[in-house]
Every structure is written in structure tokens, then in C-alpha cells.
């Protein structure tokens, strides 16, 4: 159970662009990173000191998501358009450096792979879970409700002895007519179905914080949250602008003998930089998976995260947040 995720930061380079329609001849053109960064790149230089550590003394990483290819391994979308509110089936892999198709994987929380798909102004968020045909082609029914720009994440670790987890993200367009949403204002509590989701904590650039998110339904704590994915709550955070993404789990686990399937989820996590962030946690109840939603804005010089949030979230804030693929 990862404890204290981090990516690192550096400046956003990446920005949205919308029009008044979205549509299917629209082009995408993916970064590749031919290699890693070095700590002589730009932006490693204006995020490590001397010793080669980030500010907040933590040990630099790459920020995940960011790139189409990295460590040896290419996310290839067979179908980088699709409609908007239409149930369309969206097909990838993941290649090797030798072009083919990866067939092995490392089971992480459950699953082989993890999909996540978010638009551009990250008011759309689905956690999808793709099968896997034997020839490594990974395919999974969505439905993206709004038009423009989104972001594709591939979050997996390779089979192959000693290797480490990689996040890889594309670009899918979803055409028709676009008129992306201003991101939802920084708060600390979020409701869906019924439910409502405190989140108490700070998201400081460069230094671990925890995290509680606490969960309720009618005024009443939820004591008996089920696990998914292998944890009692799943978070991924996203940076409004480039979509960094940050993947995290809860501090401890079903049946370790410590951890209590709620009212509370803890996370520690790092945040790459001061900006905005989107926060999305799954958890299960009921025999059902739903989503809260948050924006918390991580201001320069670690203050409180979360200064200046309102109490509560708009009714129907995180509707569209609430999207899973099984």
C-alpha cells in the first residue's frame, strides 16, 4: 500500500483548446518523451536544489500521465474519437519498444491495468475497467457525456521481472459541440447519491500530508464501507492545466487487523506543485461504487489547501463525476 505517492513538479506546458465544435477531423498531437528527464532539464532545475531533492526534501519522480510513451512502453488508442453522449467501445494497448503489444501484467489493486478517462476542464471523470483480448488489445463501453478535449490514463505495472509501475496518457477527442465548463470551485465537502464526503487536510507542494475523507449518508457515519479494488476508498488526483495525475491508496487495508471500513479513508499523498487539483475518490457501498469529487487549491509555501473553501458542494456538483465502466 503506497503511503506517500509523488510526482514532481514543473511548469504546466500543456493548455485546452476548445471551439465552438468538436469535430471528428480535429488533430491530436501527442508528446513523446524520447527519454527521461535529466536533472540538468529545465524544469527538474527549477524544482530541485542542489542536493537534487524537491523543495520539500522528498526525492524527485517523474510526474505520471504527461507523456504517450516512457520507460519502453507506448499507450496506442485504437479509437482516439469518439461522440458525445453516445456508448461508443474504446480500444488501446499498450506496445512495447519493439512494437508489440504488451499480454503481461503484474495484477495491482485487483486489476492488470487501471483506465481513467477526464476531460480537459476535468468536470467529467470515469474510472473504467477495461478486458484484455489474448492478443493484448484492452477494450471497455463508455459513454463521454460532453464534447472536447479529454485525457486518456493507462496506470499499470509489466510483468516482466523488476519492473515498476507506469502511468502513460493520451489525448481523445469526443466531438460535437464544445463548451467547456469553468472547474468547480475549491471545497471541502461533496455530495453524491446521498452521500455526503468530508475531506479534512492539506495538499502541500513538495511535502507528504494526510488526507481523511469521511464518509456519511443521512447525517450518519458510514461504518461499513466494502472494499474495491483491494482498499475501502480509491483517490486519483488530477493538475487542473496539464492533468499531472497522482494516484494514491489509503493508508492501510481490508483485514490488516488496523483499518476500519470507515466512516474514514486516509491517504498520504505530495503534491507536484502549488495550482489547482481535481480529487476524485471511489469508494463502494451498498454494492455500489460512487464519486466524490473535489477541487483544492495548493497554494506556494505549504498553507492550508484548502483556504477559503466553502462547507459544502452544489447540489449535483459531482454528477458527472460519477461514472464507472465494469
Do not use: C
Not at 293 to 322: C, I, L, M, R, Y
Amino acid at each position: 500500500m503506497n503511503t506517500g505517492l509523488k510526482i514532481t513538479a514543473f511548469a504546466a506546458a500543456i493548455a485546452a483548446t476548445f471551439g465552438t465544435a468538436y469535430g471528428v477531423g480535429t488533430s491530436i498531437d501527442p508528446v513523446v518523451a524520447k527519454k527521461p528527464p535529466t536533472a540538468h532539464d529545465e524544469h527538474a532545475e527549477a524544482s530541485e536544489g542542489a542536493d537534487g531533492e524537491t523543495a520539500g526534501g522528498h526525492e524527485s519522480a517523474p510526474a505520471g500521465g504527461l507523456q504517450i510513451s516512457e520507460g519502453g512502453y507506448t499507450l496506442a488508442l485504437d479509437t482516439p474519437r469518439v461522440a458525445a453522449g453516445t456508448a461508443s467501445v474504446l480500444s488501446f494497448s499498450v506496445k512495447d519498444e519493439s512494437g508489440r503489444k504488451v499480454t503481461a501484467y503484474q495484477r495491482e489493486h485487483g486489476k492488470e491495468l487501471h483506465f481513467i478517462v477526464a476531460s480537459r476542464d476535468l468536470t467529467v471523470y470515469r474510472h473504467l475497467h477495461p478486458t484484455r483480448a489474448a492478443d493484448g488489445t484492452w477494450s471497455v463501453r463508455a459513454e463521454l457525456p460532453a464534447a472536447g478535449g479529454y485525457r486518456a490514463f493507462a496506470d499499470f505495472k509489466p510483468a516482466k521481472k523488476g519492473a515498476t509501475g507506469v502511468t502513460l496518457g493520451a489525448d481523445l477527442a469526443v466531438s460535437g459541440k464544445a463548451e467547456p465548463a469553468a472547474l468547480p470551485p475549491a471545497r471541502t465537502t461533496a455530495e453524491v447519491d446521498g452521500y455526503r464526503v468530508t475531506l479534512d487536510g492539506a495538499l502541500a507542494p513538495g511535502k507528504a500530508n494526510e488526507l481523511k475523507l469521511t464518509v456519511t449518508k443521512d447525517g450518519k457515519p458510514v461504518t461499513n464501507l466494502q472494499p474495491y479494488l483491494g482498499a475501502y476508498g480509491h483517490l486519483v488526483a488530477l493538475r487542473a492545466g496539464d492533468l499531472a495525475y497522482l494516484h494514491v491508496h489509503p493508508n492501510g487495508e481490508p483485514d490488516d487487523g488496523v483499518t476500519e471500513p470507515g466512516p474514514e479513508v486516509s491517504f498520504t499523498a505530495t503534491a507536484p506543485s502549488s495550482g489547482a487539483y481535481r480529487l476524485f475518490l471511489d469508494f463502494q457501498h451498498e454494492g455500489e461504487v460512487r464519486t466524490a469529487a473535489f477541487t483544492v487549491d495548493v497554494p506556494a509555501g505549504g498553507a492550508d489547501a484548502n483556504t477559503g473553501a466553502k462547507p459544502s458542494a452544489e447540489p449535483g456538483e459531482t454528477e458527472e463525476a460519477d461514472g464507472h465502466g465494469h
